[in-house]
Structure formats: C-alpha cells, structure tokens
C-alpha cells in the first residue's frame, strides 16, 4: 500500500515530478538520509519540534557542515514535512545567521592570461579558458556538451545550470579557435571535456587543474576556480559592460548577486581624485 512506502523515497519522486535539477535531488536525498539515520526511524507520521533540532545540531557538529550546508540540510528537512506531511515546520532558531560580507580577491586581466598561457597541456587549457571566458560555474563546464557550441552563430548554450535555469553565452573567437584545436585533438564524444571512460570529467581534477596553473603563473592570491567567474564579471564591468547584461550572462536570479561585483571593479574607483592631489 502507498502508506507503507518509504517517505523518503516518495518525497524524491515528488521532487522529481516537480522538476527539481538532479543535483538538488541527490542533494537532499543526502541530508534526509544524515537525517533519518540520526532519527534511527524510517517512517515518521508527526514532526518532534526537540527531536528535530537535536538531530540537525548533531549532524553539523558530527560533519563539520559550513554554512551553506546547515542551510541545505534545514531546507532538506523543511521541505520534506511540507512535501509529504503538509506540515510547514520553523527551524529558524538553528538557521546560519547572516555572513560576514567580504570583497573576494580578483585576478588582474594578466594573471588569468599568465595562468592559461602558461598551461601548456591543451585540455586542461581549454578548460580553463573555457571557464573564463565565458564566466561559467566549475559544474557549467564539466556538464558542456559537443552540442552546446554553436559556432556558427557563436554561441553557448548553458543548460540546467543553478537553479535548473538555462542561458545563452557569446563565445569569443580566440576561444572559438582554442575550442576547434582542442576538438580536432581530443575527439570529445558527449561531454566536451571527458575524463576516464569519456565520463564526466572530475571535479577534483578540475580543481587540481586549476591549483596547478595557479603554481605555474606565480598566483599569490587566495583564488579558487570560481574565481575565473569572478574575473570574466569584474573584467566585464571594467569594460563598462551594463551589469543587467552582466546579470543574465551569469544567469543571477537577482540583481543583488551581480552587485557585489561594484565593490571590486576598478573603472571608477580609479578616477576618484583623491584629495592629496589637491595640495599645491
């Protein structure tokens, strides 16, 4: 019968229907599992306000969660009584409290150049230039496929990025060209950039890909892949490319995410006369 079900497996398949992106599917099947297996109970018919707190609290210390994860294993259970038990519960008193706003550290226009041209490896080149110059997510990247590229029209097509969104990328012609040696090298089948198998590329490669480039070119600052992303917006609003444009080529939902980009880039805060030049 449908009530012996296993909540979980049902809450899944509601999620499915309701066309979550697949990741956040095998997201928060994760926490719900760290969940009911804190719970030690497989069906659960009521929702126990103590019990529950306790089990998210114990977790996060058990997993050393950061704070986005606290808040996708709240969201994961809150969702779930709200799916299959009609149950809209508050779990406000263990939400993460906002973050500390911080400036993130920007490469220069010529650290990226020194950490793509010093990358002699040509799959690992592409990547990275890939990952550049068109402002993707690490993720955006290592699910490219042969025909997301239209060359012809020049243009990349970004399918069920953050928040299950599609998008449409200009791609340059220097990274056309890199595209077509790399293409014409490799012979990628499905994913453009394959790992073993012709998988999906390895995150943890990519990430080590990028460690290593950093090396290579000397790169002091503390970056990390998505820092590429950060460069391809701040650069762009540099050129005084107009930050709503600059909001759908990143696929924010908000203008707010693009915004935070203003506090690092250079245009105007370099043509501030500063009062020292006003002394005779």
């Given amino acids: 019968m449908e009530e012996d079900r296993d909540p979980f497996v049902n809450f899944q398949e509601i999620l499915r229907l309701k066309r979550y992106a697949p990741k956040t599917i095998a997201s928060y099947g994760y926490m ?4 009911r297996d804190e719970l030690k109970v497989v069906n659960i018919n009521h ?17 050393k969660f950061s704070r986005s994860s606290q808040k996708q294993l709240i969201g994961a259970v809150t969702l779930f009584y709200k799916e299959i038990l009609h149950q809209n519960i508050n779990l406000s008193a263990i939400y993460p409290t906002r973050k500390k706003h911080f400036i993130p550290q920007i490469l220069a226009k ?3 150049k020194n950490i793509i041209v010093k990358t ?11 990952c550049y110059g068109l402002g993707l997510r690490r993720s955006e990247v290592l699910d490219l496929r042969i025909n997301d590229i239209d060359g012809g029209r020049r243009l ?9 969104k599609d998008r449409i990328v200009p791609i340059s012609e220097k990274l056309l060209v890199l595209l077509r040696e790399y293409y014409s090298a490799y012979k990628p089948r499905g994913y453009l950039f394959y790992g073993i198998k012709h998988d999906r590329y390895s995150e943890t490669s990519f990430r080590n890909v990028f460690t290593q480039a950093c090396k ?17 917006a701040t650069h762009l609003m540099d050129n005084g490319t107009d930050i709503r444009l600059i909001q759908e080529l ?17 245009r105007s805060i370099q043509n501030v006369r500063n009062p020292l030049d006003d002394w005779g």
């Fill in 156 to 164: 990349v097509h970004i399918k069920n990025a953050k928040g299950n």
């Fill in 110 to 112: 010529e650290e990226v």
């Fill in 120 to 130: 002699k490896n040509l799959k690992h080149k592409t990547m990275l230039m890939t």
């Fill in 250 to 266: 990143l696929g924010h939902n908000s203008i707010k995410t693009t915004m935070q980009y203003t506090h690092v880039t250079t």
């Fill in 32 to 35: 719900l599992k760290l969940y």
């Fill in 216 to 232: 290579r070119a000397n790169i002091r600052k503390n970056v990390t892949i998505h820092s590429l992303r950060h460069a391809y």
């Fill in 47 to 63: 929702f126990d306000y103590q019990r529950t707190i306790r089990a998210i609290i114990t977790i996060n210390e058990e997993k």
